[in-house]
């Protein structure tokens, strides 16, 4: 599984981005999709998480802020951020899990103050 993800860049802190990941297979055949983030000098840390059938997991920090949201028929998750903060500055990676792992090259996300 091939992941693109695309949607980063640097916005003021307040802000909102969309991040979106695409696979190159059906997302229907993927169990689980994330989103993940490593900020300099810190290890990479899960944000958001999507099963097929809907349940979601985020991280206590960006709980109320962050949604993960997934389209199966263009094979595409998302991660809608808003109210963005300076340390939400990092490296964000799309991931399948199916069984194996499946890691997109990173977008870097950069909040400034």
């Known amino acids: 599984v091939q992941l693109q993800a695309s949607g980063g860049g640097l916005v003021q802190a307040g802000g909102s981005l969309r991040l979106s990941c695409a696979a190159s297979?059906?997302?229907?055949?993927?169990?689980?999709m994330g989103w993940y983030r490593q900020a300099p000098g810190k290890q990479r840390e899960l944000v958001a998480a999507?099963?097929?059938?809907?349940?979601?997991n985020y991280a206590d920090s960006v709980k109320g802020r962050f949604t993960i949201s997934r389209d199966n028929a263009k094979n595409t998750v998302y991660l809608q951020m808003n109210t963005l903060k300076p340390e939400d500055t990092a490296v964000y990676y799309c991931n399948a899990n199916y069984g194996m792992d499946s890691w997109g090259k990173g977008t870097l996300v950069t909040v400034s103050s």
């Open positions: 297979v059906s997302t229907f055949s993927i169990n689980t």
């Open positions: 999507m099963t097929n059938s809907g349940r979601t």
